[in-house]
């Protein structure tokens, strides 16, 4: 691996362990075995590394929860793909050095330069879950669908992290969740 690479790994350690705020760029440093010069030229700034592992962490977690990886179950659309696909994401978010817990400093965070990397990661994380759910590639995702349905996974993400943060125990889990959204479906029948 060069810089870059372990300067990346080396921040993710650091994102995981201390979290955005107490990350500092020695701690980056000492984690990847480079030198502070090399941050800059690799990345531009701390923050802006940060912020790549940060959106790096949340493509693995993605990753171990079915992106990439094992099949979830129900027909793409279903009401057990729903379930299936958020039972994923809260099993992950119970996992000890969630990422999830790192979510909820990010969003409080007043750095422009962070904020604005992680806006374009938004429309691509919508257009992740969007894949997910309906069982396609995310390249045959479009733009329209992931501004649209992207972000209502997208805000449902934000609000499950909020709620995990705050209160573990009563958070609500995939099977919640898919009894809110079947009286929700159930109620715009009747309408």
């Known amino acids: 691996m060069g810089h ?19 990350t500092t760029a020695r ?17 531009g700034s701390k923050d802006a590394l940060l912020a790549q592992a940060y959106v790096a962490l949340l493509e693995n977690v993605a990753d171990a929860f079915g992106w990439d ?4 179950e129900g027909a793409p659309g279903s009401l057990e793909r729903f379930r299936g696909v958020w039972s994923s994401i809260v099993a992950s978010m119970r996992e000890p050095g969630s990422v999830w817990r ?14 604005e990397h992680l806006a374009g990661a938004q429309r691509e ?4 879950l969007v894949a997910l759910m309906m069982g396609v590639p995310e390249g045959e995702v479009p733009d329209e669908t992931a501004d649209t349905l992207g972000r209502f ?3 449902l993400m934000t609000g499950l992290i909020a709620q995990w943060t705050f209160d573990a125990k009563t958070a ?4 919640a969740l898919t009894e809110g959204l079947r009286q929700i479906v159930e109620a715009a029948a009747k309408s």
Request: glycine share 14%; net charge negative.
């Open 102 to 115: 790192l979510s909820m400093e990010v969003m409080t965070l007043d750095l422009p330069e962070v904020r």
């Open 27 to 43: 701690d980056i440093v000492k984690e990847s075995g480079t030198n502070l010069a090399s941050i800059g030229y690799h990345y």
């Open 125 to 128: 994380g919508g257009r992740g």
């Open 172 to 175: 609500p889990d995939g099977d």
């Open 69 to 72: 990886g094992p099949e979830i």
């Open 4 to 22: 870059r690479e372990d300067l990346l790994e080396g921040a993710k350690r650091c994102l995981l362990e201390k979290g955005f705020a107490r």
């Open 153 to 155: 996974y997208m805000t």
